[in-house]
């Protein structure tokens, strides 16, 4: 039997069809495989992420299937799509759970449809590892809830430093979503080291979800004479924020988060965000002999370069594949426990060691918009 990789359920044709394998030996094809799910959004507002996360979790389960598998058996990925909508995240994991017996979850890339994810993860005993899941609260929800990238507090303080260190910049305005818990505690993040650093926090100002028109907003952040805005958001407010801020005269840099890490951005806001700058976990510019040779495989792949979101859902796959192999089993209490023994795990995106409260400890990485392409500036480590 050849594992699928996605669901029945998919909608759209641009989705990847379901992958034919090739797997090393009669054998591997006659054991029962090893079941995985993964909840995305491949289609809605945040397609995208969910998109291009899927790519690295394919890639890495290709991988391990051409090696022979994971204990002799072969893996299936199950993939739903949430359809980047609040409540549908529980509904298909709780089918991927239930119907599908799953034993191990991948995904959101967000923080909001992960945390409707975990309680049922959490209830049922299935390890879930987030890719991207940024929010603190995220893995309070239970023993058996992971992530395999950096959370808030450090984004919010990794962009403070850079915008008082590099920048240079003294009086900052903060642009947030009341909609999104992640955007509400990277403005809080930012806020205190940057006022801890001297800075002057001159202005706050807030949006809503699906909000469209931010003149007023930047009317007066324009009228408090800042010399550069955060907005902690995804890359659909951002870029349109970007257009109206440079229609109404604010030439300051902009400063984003991971949420803004799209081609959609450039896509919307086009020579808007021309300049502007974002936190991220990884860049296929780093030339560390891993990133170089990850790069490569997810190109031949793909027929495009590898960015944070799908080195991420590479690596959320690799840290399950090997706690499967150290648990000798994928029962999911004794896979639990495999998982949170993780140390020095060599990631795309880093050494992945997971501390008690299963968050890693990672670098990031600041990048910026320059000729229609994400570009390297600098690490920033904890």
């Not at 995240?89 to 995904?107: F, H, N, P």
């Not at 993780?342 to 050494?351: L, Q």
Request: net charge neutral; proline share 5%.
């Amino acid at each position: 039997m050849f594992p699928r990789s996605l669901s029945r359920q998919l909608r759209p044709a641009f989705i990847i069809t379901a992958l034919a394998l090739t797997l090393p030996s009669n054998q591997a094809i006659a054991q029962e495989p090893i079941r995985i799910g993964e909840f995305a959004s491949l289609t809605g507002k945040e397609a995208t992420y969910g998109q291009t996360a899927h790519k690295g979790t394919i890639l890495a389960i290709e991988e391990a299937n051409a090696a022979g598998g994971v204990l002799g058996r072969p893996l299936e990925l199950l993939t739903e799509d949430d359809q980047s909508k609040a409540g549908e995240s529980a509904t298909v994991v709780k089918k991927l759970i239930s119907r599908d017996k799953v034993v191990a979850m991948l995904g959101e890339i967000t923080s909001g449809r992960t945390l409707e994810a975990a309680p049922i993860c959490q209830n049922a005993k299935i390890p879930l590892i987030s890719p991207g899941a940024t929010a603190p609260e995220v893995t309070t929800k239970g023993n058996y809830v992971f992530r395999v990238c950096f959370i808030d507090p450090f984004q919010g303080t990794v962009m403070a430093k850079f915008a008082a260190d590099t920048l240079k910049l003294k009086r900052v305005a903060v642009l947030s979503s009341v909609s999104s818990a992640q955007s509400v505690g990277l403005a809080k993040f930012f806020r205190e080291r940057f006022t801890a650093d001297g800075g002057t926090l001159v202005l706050e100002q807030k949006y809503g979800d699906g909000d469209k028109d931010f003149r007023a907003q930047l009317t007066a952040i324009r009228a408090a004479g800042v010399d550069g805005i955060f907005v902690p958001g995804y890359y659909a407010e951002a870029a349109l924020i970007a257009k109206q801020a440079r229609d109404l005269g604010l030439t300051v840099p902009l400063l984003g988060v991971d949420g803004w890490e799209s081609s959609e951005l450039v896509s919307i806001g086009g020579a808007a965000v021309e300049g502007a700058y974002l936190s991220t976990h990884y860049s296929p510019e780093n030339k560390s002999p891993a990133v170089v040779a990850f790069n490569e495989r997810y190109r031949r792949r793909w027929g495009t370069d590898s960015n944070a979101l799908s080195a991420l859902g590479y690596d959320s796959a690799l840290v399950l594949l090997d706690a499967i192999r150290r648990a000798g089993t994928t029962d999911g209490p004794a896979l639990r426990v495999a998982l949170a023994a993780t140390k020095d795990f060599p990631g795309a995106t880093g050494s992945i060691t997971f501390d008690a409260q299963r968050n890693p400890t990672k670098s990031a990485v600041v990048l910026t918009v320059k000729d229609g392409r994400f570009v390297f500036v600098q690490d920033v480590h904890p």
